[in-house]
């Protein structure tokens, strides 16, 4: 059987059961397959949830091991179980026994998903080497979009070739901030049935930025909420699939606010997409950053880091003021154990570049600058060379942990 049907069990395991005679441990096992833990979206013995089963006098006993013990599908999952296998005539009794992942089991089974995701997912037209970061956060006026467009300008300064996508569809403000507010326009291209868009293209250094947004398609945002509902809902998507992007090294994705329809049309669509998670370091907004780790824990992506924003800010005199509190960064990433990228201050720069069209990393004045130019060194440190690795299946092996593979 190769790799991919062993993670893609196709086979109607039920079949395999006989109903006259009490049932071997692995015609339970073939059962229990039949108990789909939906959020997940694979079958509970495929996923490591279903362990040790034992069976006497018509009693069975599963010990199932959930991703988290409060997990909210427990008394479905409980009835999937027991409807399946009391239908077999010589089982009377489902005991279960209730247990947790230990983190390196939760991994190993979001990995698994992760990979299932990836594998149901549909074409785009980002290249399969390109890395995808998305920039979310819990709620608006964090600084998604200055993160996005000075990393962007940091990644394109060191040589990279780098798409901006818009997400903030109804709320765009990247034209504006990368000084790039031309009309988009489409050509026809070979082998495609109708015509491709073509970013608007930006020089930085020895790199380019490849940007498109709803902001270069509509006049300004009172019309772009006129809109709203109708063309504008399928404007991600379209990015996705109807953009020519060319070769890219990274994509990033400015997210709208929340944890809504646009983050799980992403995650569908394009489940290889890491999340940086932007909050500021008042606790109230860690907590609403939250949410949008959790939404990337149901969406199966991964959380490559967290970025503080607005951590302090420095008077003339040199003296630091913590405006809007400390520590939310810090206790955001090690809640979601990932690494806390950077801390950006608050200078009047970033603002003041937002407004001009010119990322403050492209002037490299300040503190705000170098980090964002230290977050963007960690991630290129961070991205293996895809070029080496596209198309080479064996590799795609290599970064599945064999937990997962050697089922
Ligand atoms: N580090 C910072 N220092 C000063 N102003 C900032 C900083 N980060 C963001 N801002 C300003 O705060 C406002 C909200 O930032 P923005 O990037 O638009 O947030 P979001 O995309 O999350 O809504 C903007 O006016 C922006 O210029
Ligand atoms: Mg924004």
Same mark, same amino acid.
């Given at each position: 059987?190769?790799?991919?049907?062993?993670?893609?069990?196709?086979?109607?395991?039920?079949?395999?059961?006989?109903?006259?005679?009490?049932?071997?441990?692995?015609?339970?096992?073939?059962?229990?397959?039949?108990?789909?833990?939906?959020?997940?979206?694979?079958?509970?013995?495929?996923?490591?949830?279903?362990?040790?089963?034992?069976?006497?006098?018509?009693?069975?006993?599963?010990?199932?091991?959930?991703?988290?013990?409060?997990?909210?599908?427990?008394?479905?999952?409980?009835?999937?179980?027991?409807?399946?296998?009391?239908?077999?005539?010589?089982?009377?009794?489902?005991?279960?026994?209730?247990?947790?992942?230990?983190?390196?089991?939760?991994?190993?089974?979001?990995?698994?998903?992760?990979?299932?995701?990836?594998?149901?997912?549909?074409?785009?037209?980002?290249?399969?080497?390109?890395?995808?970061?998305?920039?979310?956060?819990?709620?608006?006026?964090?600084?998604?979009?200055?993160?996005?467009?000075?990393?962007?300008?940091?990644? !394109?300064?060191?040589?990279?070739? *780098?798409?901006?996508?818009? &997400? $903030?569809?109804?709320?765009? /403000?990247?034209? +504006?901030?990368? @000084?790039?507010?031309?009309?988009?326009?489409?050509?026809?291209?070979?082998?495609?049935?109708?015509?491709?868009?073509?970013?608007?293209?930006?020089?930085?250094?020895?790199?380019?930025?490849?940007?498109?947004?709803?902001?270069?398609?509509?006049?300004?945002?009172?019309?772009?909420?006129?809109?709203?509902?109708?063309?504008?809902?399928?404007?991600?998507?379209?990015?996705?699939?109807?953009?020519?992007?060319?070769?890219?090294?990274?994509?990033?994705?400015?997210?709208?606010?929340?944890?809504?329809?646009?983050?799980?049309?992403?995650?569908?669509?394009?489940?290889?997409?890491?999340?940086?998670?932007?909050?500021?370091? !008042?606790?109230?907004?860690?907590? *609403?950053?939250?949410?949008? &780790? $959790?939404?990337?824990?149901? /969406?199966?992506? +991964?959380?490559? @880091?967290?970025?503080?924003?607005?951590?302090?800010?420095?008077?003339?005199?040199?003296?630091?003021?913590?405006?809007?509190?400390?520590?939310?960064?810090?206790?955001?990433?090690?809640?979601?154990?990932?690494?806390?990228?950077?801390?950006?201050?608050?200078?009047?720069?970033?603002?003041?570049?937002?407004?001009?069209?010119?990322?403050?990393?492209?002037?490299?004045?300040?503190?705000?600058?170098?980090?964002?130019?230290?977050?963007?060194?960690?991630?290129?440190?961070?991205?293996?060379?895809?070029?080496?690795?596209?198309?080479?299946?064996?590799?795609?092996?290599?970064?599945?942990?064999?937990?997962?593979?050697?089922?």
């Amino acid at each position: 059987m190769s790799f991919i049907s062993v993670l893609h069990p196709t086979a109607p395991y039920t079949t395999y059961v006989s109903q006259t005679q009490a049932p071997s441990i692995n015609d339970i096992r073939s059962l229990l397959r039949a108990v789909i833990d939906p959020e997940l979206g694979d079958n509970i013995v495929d996923l490591g949830m279903a362990g040790d089963i034992t069976f006497t006098d018509g009693l069975v006993t599963v010990a199932m091991k959930l991703t988290i013990k409060g997990c909210p599908l427990r008394v479905q999952i409980r009835n999937d179980i027991e409807s399946r296998l009391l239908a077999h005539p010589a089982i009377t009794k489902v005991t279960i026994d209730w247990g947790e992942m230990t983190p390196d089991e939760r991994t190993a089974v979001m990995t698994r998903a992760r990979w299932n995701a990836k594998e149901q997912a549909s074409d785009t037209a980002v290249p399969a080497n390109t890395r995808i970061l998305a920039i979310a956060s819990g709620k608006g006026g964090v600084g998604k979009s200055s993160v996005t467009v000075n990393l962007a300008a940091a990644l !394109a300064q060191a040589g990279k070739t *780098v798409g901006v996508l818009d &997400a $903030d569809i109804w709320g765009f /403000s990247i034209p +504006r901030m990368l @000084g790039m507010p031309d009309r988009l326009q489409a050509r026809a291209v070979d082998g495609r049935d109708k015509p491709m868009i073509v970013p608007n293209v930006r020089v930085v250094g020895s790199g380019l930025l490849k940007v498109v947004s709803t902001g270069m398609l509509v006049e300004d945002e009172s019309t772009a909420l006129m809109w709203r509902g109708l063309m504008l809902t399928k404007a991600v998507e379209q990015f996705l699939h109807d953009v020519e992007w060319g070769e890219l090294d990274y994509l990033l994705i400015d997210m709208p606010p929340g944890t809504g329809d646009v983050q799980m049309g992403l995650a569908r669509m394009l489940p290889r997409t890491d999340l940086l998670i932007v909050t500021t370091p !008042a606790v109230s907004a860690q907590k *609403v950053a939250i949410r949008a &780790a $959790d939404m990337a824990r149901r /969406s199966f992506l +991964r959380v490559a @880091g967290v970025i503080e924003n607005m951590s302090t800010f420095e008077c003339d005199h040199g003296t630091q003021y913590a405006l809007f509190g400390t520590g939310g960064g810090q206790t955001l990433a090690d809640e979601i154990g990932v690494k806390l990228l950077g801390q950006v201050p608050i200078e009047s720069t970033v603002a003041a570049g937002g407004d001009s069209g010119e990322p403050v990393v492209l002037s490299n004045t300040g503190k705000a600058a170098g980090v964002f130019l230290a977050i963007a060194k960690r991630i290129i440190d961070d991205t293996p060379d895809m070029t080496e690795m596209s198309g080479c299946s064996a590799r795609t092996e290599d970064i599945v942990p064999v937990s997962v593979r050697s089922r």
